[in-house]
């Protein structure tokens, strides 16, 4: 068996049809440090209970997935996203708490795309900026950080009117950077000619709170939601993105999330493993 | 029926199952004034044979497509690509020169993902802009202007290393603008934070070379290459992006280049009136 990385995170998408106890068991079964829960399944065991396997596994928390998709025009809709956003920053506190020592309080946002029939792409962006703001304080008060997620253009109008890294950077910004972050995901950023840079003003504005790998591969399959692959499967070279993180400062745990239905197919322990192997060949040389 | 924008040009990916002869006809039939050609279908027909079709139309030429496909390491499969590009290149030359007054002799580039196997995407990146110093006296010689098309970053590794309207300018930087220019693409582009004022900087240094409209629609096609809908069926706003190269000093003809297989299983001389048509409503209204 392959010895994991210390540092690698396995993030509960890349095995999805777990439960959250089935994903800790995997992970620890695996060998893997620590892990990051999504939403759903915590809520389908129950807040408490969640916390209750996290603490008993003796995991690192990594960051909690996922807040965001407030995007929406003032009103109830609005409303109410943001408001589950509070809850969120609520679990988040939660979990990290009873992870491991060096576990996390960091909320993953992935902000959500244009609102149903608008071309309003600018006045998307500005209601993102509105909801940090909004939330700030309440991430502030449970001690959890809000990592804004540049998602890739292709998701730019259905999923996250955040693309880049700068823009994160921007939003970021007006707050304190123990409340407001990025997330830097290679699958997302790869392509962008100034990605080094960016990583590094990511870094001097102490930004950074979570790094996911996970490696693009062409053709995308027919849902490109779906189209992550284990690290090294693809065509990014995790060596100038990972160092470039690492002399960013960032030395928390490193995420696999993968979105891919044949992964999602195999038992959650096959992907687990491949995941460790992947994640040894292609990023763990490049972290310090 | 709609009188079209006297500006707008069909180019022949829209319509990709004619001829030239058919592409030409079914464009002058529609009352459009301008056309754009694909070196596959010219070449079917003969470049002397596709120029004196072109002469007798009466129609404006507005792009060759397209030239690139030049990321290869140094070799015979460059030298091929360059090669090739010479070819069109000359195509590009006598067929603007058919074209009625008006005509603009503009090679497309894309430019070329990875090379199979490859992870360098910045070593690719450098070769693109060698190509361009090589091929950049040809271009001269023949009065052709060379527009490099920034391609959106889902194509990055399989069709074009270049994603952003900056870097395609940064590469044109060393080049007279009449020689080396730029395409603006909507589909492309839209989403790019910055995009309008990355055009602005375009036309501060003489480079849109090309404007071409088509719209972003989720979800993508199974096929992603195939997502590009008539102007109006989808979320961008075409209102800033074309006051925006309006005021950047472009004042050439305007593509609609679809690339769908619902619009190319479509009768040509349907799919020309619904592009005369979203043309005129997404479009038309925000040129001079």
Redesign the interface.
């Known amino acids: 068996m392959i010895v994991p990385h210390p540092r690698l995170s396995i993030n509960q998408a890349t095995i999805t049809r777990t439960t959250v106890a089935e994903a800790v068991r995997v992970t620890k079964d695996a060998g893997v440090g620590a892990i990051g829960l999504w939403r759903e399944q915590v809520q389908e065991a129950g807040l408490a209970e969640s916390a209750r396997i996290v603490a008993g596994s003796g995991l690192r928390y990594s960051t909690h997935c996922r807040g965001g998709w407030f995007t929406a025009e003032e009103g109830p809709v609005r409303r109410a996203a943001l408001d589950d956003n509070r809850v969120a920053i609520e679990e988040t506190a939660t979990l990290a708490a009873a992870g491991a020592p060096g576990s996390r309080a960091v909320l993953v946002l992935v902000v959500g ?2 609102p149903e029939g ?4 600018a006045g998307a ?1 500005a209601r993102v900026r509105d909801a940090v703001a909004e939330l700030a304080p309440d991430a502030e008060a449970a001690g959890v950080t809000l990592a804004l997620e540049p998602l ?3 998701y ?3 999923r996250s009117v955040l ?2 890294l ?2 994160a950077l921007d939003i970021a910004a007006g707050f304190d950077p123990a409340v407001v972050g990025v997330a830097v995901d290679t699958f997302h950023l ?4 100034d990605v080094l840079a960016h990583i590094g003003r990511a870094g001097r504005e102490g930004r950074i709170a979570a790094y996911q790998v996970c490696d ?5 399959e ?3 939601l779906l189209s992550r692959h284990y690290p090294g499967d ?4 995790f060596g100038p993105l990972t160092r470039a993180v690492e002399a960013a400062g960032y030395d928390g745990d490193v995420e696999v999330e993968l979105l891919n239905q044949a992964i999602w197919d195999a038992p959650p322990a096959e992907a687990v493993r491949r995941t460790v192997a992947g994640f040894g060949r292609a990023v763990a040389p490049h972290l310090g």
Chains 1, 2 share one sequence.
């Open positions: 795309g244009l608008s071309r309003d792409l962006r890739h253009p292709m730019a109008s259905d693309s880049t700068p823009q790869w392509w962008d000619p693009w591969r062409t053709p995308l027919a849902d490109n693809g065509v990014i070279d």
